[in-house]
């Protein structure tokens, strides 16, 4: 493929000339803003300063700060392949935010961004225990360091966790995943925590595709709430759907004092416990359908204890028969009464509203298999070098995909703030990072400048991004 194109003149009109100039030109501008985000929550320096790199230092090209910041930015860009990195190699915008070099260095000496082999092997060394928790927690530590940025530097009062399963359908052979009857296909079954009201995404958790919603759903909850309790705010409260209430989990979360609310799978007990009340309330039904609660106690075989369930009844458009569904609870009726507690349950749609936007802006590729080493600077190696663990890097793969999603998220609440009108991360995207820019250096310096599509909205998220640098810790 030619690297450069004689100048042609479109046929459509003939005073329009097409060539190809040595100019620093780039399509990812948004590089830098998310750079400037990164660098306002100074998230990277805190997790390479407790991720362990066993790379002999005399070898080492890029620091370790550097091969994070292109990891994370080259997801929020759209570009989820690591081989992506290599068409990227010298773009002036991504070589500038990747970097952790001042000045001009990343513009003017080699190697440009990191290249595919060493953004695999950096996955791989994040894979490793120590640093792949880490990773884990910085969506939950970035998180925490923008709100508290958005409260004047003090922690909410309270925030509601929202945990669900979320399919990722991957192709292939890859390590644990499996053929799931429920979403007919082959999937991973990853579970997500994260924070209906205000979009951040906190914790995911890789499982093999088929185990059921609440395997090790106990574990992670109690994991999330000790760390949002110590970095987010004050008192969590847990908002899970019908998979998850089983009768360990229920008394783990009451043996902790967490409050939540969860819906219940409808049985033949529940059914003759709500019985007596599926009926309409006297009088002409209204032309819109109505929904009412009313309050009940039940204690199911595998509970320890009678917990309050608030039966939900409601009238289906043209249909005679009532529907009905059930809400248990930890909350008391003085905290909540009915209707209440059945609002505050349905906010937990827009949580899946946010996975759905990782799932579709970020699309995290998981596709990471055993392979041994065949080759080591070109040459065959002596012994057979133990494979990677897949699992773990597919595992490395989402957690980057999620801490990009955070790292927009902070950018999509600021131009929020600024616009005053709520902002999707797939406009963020195409209307703020996607847009064309053109790097002039003179006198030792660099100037980006957008184009003019772009520039308004610059304009307004710039000063909304330096708030957030004078909160954080």
């Known amino acids: 493929m030619g690297e450069t194109l004689r100048p042609v003149a479109a046929g459509f009109n003939r005073s329009l000339t097409i060539e190809t100039r040595s100019e620093r030109l780039t399509g990812d501008p948004g590089a830098v803003l998310l750079r400037e985000v990164l660098d306002a929550t100074r998230i990277i320096p805190w997790m390479a300063a407790q991720m362990k790199d066993e790379r002999r230092q005399a070898d080492v090209v890029h620091d370790l700060p550097s091969l994070l910041r292109a990891m994370v930015l080259l997801v929020a860009q759209g570009w989820q392949d690591h081989g992506d990195a290599d068409a990227l190699r010298h773009d002036p915008a991504m070589c500038l935010a990747a970097s952790s070099s001042a000045g001009l260095t990343p513009l003017t000496q080699a190697p440009g961004l990191p290249s595919q082999p060493t953004l695999s092997r950096c996955a791989a060394m994040l894979a490793r225990p120590e640093n792949l928790k880490v990773l884990r927690e910085a969506a939950l530590e970035l998180a925490g360091r923008n709100l508290r940025a958005e409260n004047g530097g003090e922690r909410h009062t ?18 644990k995943a499996a053929w799931n009857g429920h979403y007919a296909a082959r999937i991973y079954h990853p579970l ?28 992670v909850i109690l994991d999330v709430v000790d760390r949002a309790e110590a970095s987010l705010c004050k ?29 219940l799978r409808a049985n033949a007990a529940l059914d003759r416990l709500a019985a007596p009340y599926m009926k309409r309330p006297p009088g ?3 032309a819109e359908p109505r929904m009412w609660t009313h309050e009940l106690e039940h204690q199911a075989s595998s509970w320890d204890a009678p917990r309050r369930v608030v039966l939900v ?20 009726r003085f905290q909540m009464n009915g209707e209440t507690l059945l609002e505050y349950y349905r906010r937990r749609g827009k949580a899946e509203g946010h996975m759905g ?61 600024a616009t005053g009108s709520p902002w999707s991360l797939r406009r963020l995207r195409e209307r703020v990072l996607r847009g064309g820019a053109r790097l002039v250096i003179s006198a030792r310096r660099a100037t980006l400048i957008l184009a003019r599509a772009v520039a308004p909205f610059w304009a307004a998220i710039w000063p909304q991004i330096q708030m957030v640098r004078g909160a954080s810790p």
């Open 158 to 175: 309270r925030v509601t966790l929202d945990v669900d399963s979320l399919p990722v359908e991957v192709h292939g052979h890859q390590p």
């Open 192 to 219: 997500i925590t994260s924070i209906a009201e205000t979009g951040d995404m906190l914790d995911a958790r890789l499982r093999p595709g088929n185990v059921g919603t609440a395997n090790g759903a106990l574990d």
């Open 235 to 263: 008192i969590t409260h847990v908002r899970i759907d019908a998979g998850f209430p089983s009768g360990q989990l229920l008394a783990g979360l009451d043996d902790r004092g967490v409050h939540f609310v969860a819906r």
């Open 284 to 286: 002409r039904p209204p």
């Open 313 to 332: 009844v409601k009238e289906r458009p043209d249909d005679l028969l009532l529907d009905r569904f059930f809400l248990v609870t930890s909350i008391s």
């Open 357 to 417: 936007e990782l799932m579709d802006v970020l699309d995290p590729a998981l596709s990471s298999t055993n392979r041994t080493k065949s080759h080591v600077r070109g040459k065959t190696p002596r012994t057979a070098a133990p494979a990677i663990d897949a699992f773990a890097c597919n595992e490395v793969r989402l957690l980057t995909a999620m801490l990009a999603y955070q790292v927009m998220h902070v950018a999509r609440r600021a131009m929020a703030r």
